[in-house]
Structures are given as C-alpha cells and as structure tokens.
C-alpha cells in the first residue's frame, strides 16, 4: 500500500460534481463508463487487487514498466487497493459502497453473491445506490455465467462476419470496439438511472449491460434486413451494398482517399469533379439504384482518377466540390489535422512517472462546462489510506488491514 496527498478539490462548475462513483471493475469496457463519469466532476474512487492491480495495467505497451492504457483509462481515480477476496475486504468494500452513488463491477453474477457485493447486497445497505454490471453475456439467460471478453462480442454479433474481404476470412478489430460500444450505453445508463432517482424518487437500479448486445444494436441493418428480405449480409472489403461510389482508393503518392457517395447529389458531384460529367447524365448510373447494380464499374472509374492524382490535389478537387472524402490518417497524421489541433482534441498531461503523456481528451463538449483530466492512472494503491480516512476508518485499522495484506 503506498499513499499520496490528497487530489486537487473537483472544479464547481462540473455537472456531475458531488457524484461518488465505486469502481470495483478490471479491464475495458465497466472502468471506461466510470472513466466518463470522472471527466464531468463524478469522484471515482477505483478498488484494484493489492500487489498486482487492474490487469489494464498489465496490458498492451508499457514505457519503463508502465502501462499506457492504464495511464488513460485510470485518468482521475483514486486507486484503492483492497483484496475482495477475503471477507475483510469484501466488508471494507460495502462500507465503501454505502457513501457511494454509482457502484460499478463486472465480476461474474456468482462471484460477486458470493463475496457479498451483488446489486442485492449492496441495494439493501444503500438503497439509493446505482449499480453499474457489465459482463460477458449478460446476467440472465444460459451464456450468463460465463466469462466474455470483447472479442467474443464483436465474433457474435456479427461485426466480424461483415468486416473484411468477400473472399477472406471474418475479421477481427485491432481495438477495444465492443468494450468501447458497451462503456458508452453503460455511461448513459448510468445517467438515466440518476435522472430517475433524483428527479422521480426512484430506488437505485441495477444497470445490465453486456459486451454483445450494443454492438449488435448498432449493426441493427443487418437484422431488419435479414428479417424483411431474407438476405444475409456477406463481407464486401470497403464497400457498401447501400452506396456507390464507397471505397478506399490510392493516390499517386501512395496514400489513401476514403470516400462515400451515399447521398445521391455527392454522387453526381463526383463523376462532375473526376471529368466524367456523361455518367451523371447516364441513367445507368445517375439513379441511385441502378448504380448500385454498376458498383464496380463506379469504383473502377474513381480509382483510376484518384491514383492519378496526389492527395493533396485529389483532396482539392474534392473538397471544392463539397465531396465526402477524406484521407486515411495514421495516428500522426491525426495529431496533426488542424481541425484536431483547432479543436484541442488531444491533452499532453503531465505524469509523475512518464514526465507528460498525450491523451484523448473528454467527449462530448457542453457549453460552459471543461471536462478534466486532473491527473493520468495513479500508482497502486496511491489514494488507499485518503479514501479509508474518509470512510470513517482510523489510522490503526488501516495500519492493521495493511499488515495483514486486506489492503
């Protein structure tokens, strides 16, 4: 257990200022909503396993035995370290979930009965409480107690069925997007939950969100399509059975240029900009339809302008056309957009033990709100004695739960 002075005091104009959130969860997908919540004022207060830590912290690059990912995902909390599974620690954990307004975890339903930590539990100690559970499946149904990690997610819904080329295999994102997905329903909900309790007087809620329903929502086309028609989707690489043009190209300079024509006059601009004004003419594919069923003819013709011009040029005649195109950014051409530097969409923020780290900053704006980073993912343990003292324990007990490892 090591111990730091206590946070700066959370800004006033905050709007989730005097939220309490408990984050008891590892990994992705449940610590990011809490990661949310702590952008707009909410206190987290975050429990990781004594010794070792979230396993975020273990994941993916590390700069000098540091994890990157933790750094980021860990901005704001205070880390607390308790071991949850000794009862000990499981009592320390309720005593800290009863001053909280958000209790979030993503422990297996019959672990956390086990240990005393279900919604349940927690529910009938502070009844006010939201509970926050993200899990693999789910909490009901036959796949509940199993374990899940995003990738199964993004296997079952059928994201990986439909990303890649007709002929290769289903493909797999190289990021967190079914964690990612599920921690922004698990923030609104969190939200809506407080909305209910606060302005309707209902009891606090327990929140179910799972790693595979979100993203199937959001790949809901591929459902009513299915259903109405009976036509099951199949991989088309870039392209877009609802659009043409809609694809990647390459540039003279061997870069790429992303494109969509989904709208039917972005379209027209397009055969208008590339000197192809005869198809815009041409029913075959000025209709919107018929060009779909010409797909390919569209793509080649935009692929053979495109890889003669530079990028910076191609992007010229499409951007004075008010085409939809775009090029494809690697993350340092993404640092250095204009609009993302305008926008100061990315903080370099000062890190005691990296010197400084450049990080997304919060999403979504308000007016007249500065979401924070007060500080990068502390080290283990750092906040474990401040929060314990505020908890009401005295320095002996916490003196006492340390020698014997509990904290």
């Given at each position: 257990?090591?111990?730091s002075?206590?946070?700066?005091?959370?800004?006033?104009?905050?709007?989730?200022?005097?939220?309490?959130?408990?984050?008891?969860?590892?990994?992705?997908?449940?610590?990011?909503?809490?990661?949310?919540?702590?952008?707009?004022?909410?206190?987290?207060?975050?429990?990781?396993?004594p010794?070792?830590?979230d396993?975020?912290?273990?994941?993916?690059?590390?700069?000098?035995?540091?994890?990157?990912?933790?750094?980021?995902?860990?901005?704001?909390?205070?880390?607390?370290?308790?071991?949850?599974?000794?009862?000990?620690?499981?009592?320390?954990?309720?005593?800290?979930?009863?001053?909280?307004?958000?209790?979030?975890?993503?422990?297996?339903?019959?672990?956390?009965?086990?240990?005393?930590?279900?919604?349940?539990?927690?529910?009938?100690?502070?009844?006010?409480?939201v509970?926050?559970?993200v899990?693999?499946?789910?909490?009901?149904?036959?796949?509940?107690?199993?374990?899940?990690?995003?990738?199964?997610?993004?296997?079952?819904?059928?994201?990986?069925?439909?990303?890649?080329?007709?002929?290769?295999?289903?493909?797999?994102?190289?990021?967190?997007?079914?964690?990612?997905?599920?921690?922004?329903?698990?923030?609104?909900?969190?939200?809506?939950?407080?909305?209910?309790?606060?302005?309707?007087?209902?009891?606090?809620?327990?929140?179910?969100?799972?790693?595979?329903?979100?993203?199937?929502?959001?790949?809901?086309?591929?459902?009513?399509?299915?259903?109405?028609?009976?036509?099951?989707?199949?991989?088309?690489?870039?392209?877009?059975?609802?659009?043409?043009?809609?694809?990647?190209?390459?540039?003279?300079?061997?870069?790429?240029?992303a494109?969509?024509?989904?709208?039917?006059?972005v379209?027209?601009?397009?055969?208008?900009?590339?000197?192809?004004?005869?198809?815009?003419?041409?029913?075959?594919?000025?209709?919107?339809?018929?060009?779909?069923?010409?797909?390919?003819?569209?793509?080649?013709?935009?692929?053979?302008?495109?890889?003669?011009?530079?990028?910076?040029?191609?992007?010229?005649?499409?951007?004075?056309?008010?085409?939809?195109?775009?090029?494809?950014?690697?993350?340092?051409?993404?640092?250095?957009?204009e609009?993302m530097?305008?926008?100061?969409?990315?903080?370099?923020?000062?890190?005691?033990?990296?010197?400084?780290?450049?990080?997304?900053?919060?999403?979504?704006?308000?007016?007249?709100?500065?979401?924070?980073?007060?500080?990068?993912?502390?080290?283990?343990?750092?906040?474990?004695?401040?929060?314990?003292?505020?908890?009401?324990?005295?320095?002996?007990?916490?003196?006492?739960?340390?020698?014997?490892?509990?904290?």
């Amino acid at each position: 257990m090591s111990e730091s002075s206590p946070v700066a005091p959370l800004a006033p104009e905050l709007p989730l200022r005097g939220l309490r959130v408990l984050d008891m969860a590892s990994l992705a997908a449940a610590p990011l909503a809490a990661t949310y919540l702590g952008e707009f004022g909410a206190d987290v207060v975050k429990v990781e396993p004594p010794g070792v830590g979230d396993a975020i912290r273990g994941w993916g690059a590390q700069k000098d035995g540091v994890g990157l990912m933790w750094k980021s995902i860990g901005r704001n909390k205070r880390s607390v370290t308790v071991d949850l599974r000794v009862p000990d620690g499981q009592d320390l954990a309720r005593r800290l979930a009863a001053q909280c307004d958000v209790v979030v975890a993503n422990t297996r339903p019959q672990t956390l009965r086990r240990w005393g930590l279900d919604f349940e539990r927690l529910h009938a100690e502070n009844p006010r409480a939201v509970m926050l559970h993200v899990t693999g499946f789910g909490l009901e149904g036959p796949k509940s107690q199993r374990p899940g990690f995003g990738t199964l997610g993004e296997a079952m819904s059928g994201f990986a069925h439909m990303t890649g080329e007709a002929e290769g295999p289903p493909t797999l994102p190289a990021f967190m997007l079914a964690d990612s997905v599920a921690s922004l329903n698990a923030a609104y909900a969190v939200m809506m939950a407080l909305y209910d309790r606060d302005v309707h007087g209902a009891p606090g809620r327990l929140i179910d969100v799972n790693l595979l329903d979100p993203l199937a929502r959001i790949l809901e086309q591929s459902l009513v399509t299915w259903d109405a028609v009976g036509t099951v989707g199949r991989r088309a690489g870039n392209k877009w059975d609802i659009s043409a043009p809609r694809n990647t190209y390459r540039t003279a300079d061997g870069r790429w240029i992303a494109m969509s024509g989904s709208a039917p006059t972005v379209a027209l601009r397009v055969f208008r900009a590339i000197g192809r004004p005869d198809l815009a003419e041409d029913p075959d594919f000025s209709d919107a339809q018929r060009r779909l069923a010409r797909a390919g003819e569209v793509d080649a013709v935009v692929a053979d302008w495109v890889a003669q011009q530079t990028l910076d040029d191609a992007m010229a005649v499409f951007e004075a056309a008010e085409i939809a195109a775009a090029p494809v950014y690697d993350v340092t051409d993404l640092v250095a957009d204009e609009q993302m530097v305008a926008r100061e969409v990315f903080r370099r923020v000062p890190d005691d033990q990296l010197g400084s780290l450049l990080v997304q900053g919060p999403v979504p704006r308000m007016s007249g709100v500065d979401a924070r980073i007060d500080h990068l993912g502390p080290e283990l343990g750092a906040h474990t004695r401040e929060v314990l003292v505020e908890a009401g324990l005295t320095d002996a007990e916490i003196d006492d739960l340390s020698s014997r490892g509990v904290i």
